[in-house]
T-cell receptor
């Protein structure tokens, strides 16, 4: 069953705490993405990973970093979380690296930073 | 920077109606176009894509693309309550990995 899995689904953290969001895919997709979705702003790209240890900044990378040590796993790290990082975070993957690829999304992690 | 706009922001239609959703983009180099559907609390899921000018039909759904007008649309025939969702349009350009999403149109189909 082709799937992108995100953990956890819901997370509440205090400002200044570190946050780890995890994403896995079982489709051997090359490319993985982290987006955040905010009301009135739509989906915004945080980071792209083209393969293991091959990561690039998206449109809003400030305050985030990523790690991809295995093709099937992509993590998003917030060092010292801020209240404006409260959002729904979506991980996605695509089979190749081209711009004609369809994205496969996980179910999201709703992060609240108090 | 690509600017993708969707209209309307929200839409309420009766079951069985024909529904039209619109998406405009700003960069004429845009080449690939998608509609994603996101049911409440769920993951966005690709619905349809189109890569050349014209029309493409899949079941009750039709996508139109007019690159010269920087516009594409999604038409839903015989709308069903299960079509109630947030519809996101997305655009990408060759050689550039990012996919630019609109803010979405919230569709509610009333039985």
């Amino acid at each position: 069953d082709m799937k992108v899995t995100q953990m956890p689904r819901y997370l509440i953290k205090r400002m200044g705490e570190n946050v780890l969001l995890e994403c896995g895919q079982d489709m051997s997709h090359e490319t993985m993405y982290w987006y955040r979705q905010d009301p009135g702003l739509g989906l915004q790209l945080i980071y792209i990973s083209y393969d293991v240890d091959s990561n690039s900044e998206g449109d809003i990378p400030k305050g985030y970093r990523v790690s991809r040590k295995k093709r099937e796993h992509f993590s998003l790290i917030l060092d010292s979380a801020k209240t404006n990082q409260t959002s729904v975070y979506f991980c996605a993957s695509s089979p190749g690296q081209g711009s004609a690829e369809t994205l496969y999304f996980g179910s999201g992690t709703r992060l609240t930073v108090l | 920077q690509q600017n993708v706009q969707q209209s309307p922001e929200s839409l309420i239609v009766p079951e069985g109606a024909r529904t039209s959703l619109n998406c405009t983009f700003s960069d004429s180099a845009s080449q690939y176009f998608w509609w994603y559907r996101q049911h409440s609390g769920k993951a966005p899921k690709a619905l349809m894509s189109i890569f050349s000018n014209g029309e493409k039909e899949e079941g009750r759904f039709t996508i139109h693309l007019n690159k010269a007008s920087l516009h594409f649309s999604l038409h839903i025939r015989d709308s069903q309550p299960s079509d109630s969702a947030l519809y996101l349009c997305a655009v990408s350009m060759p050689g550039y990995q990012n996919f630019y999403f609109g803010k979405g149109t919230s569709l509610t189909v009333i039985p």
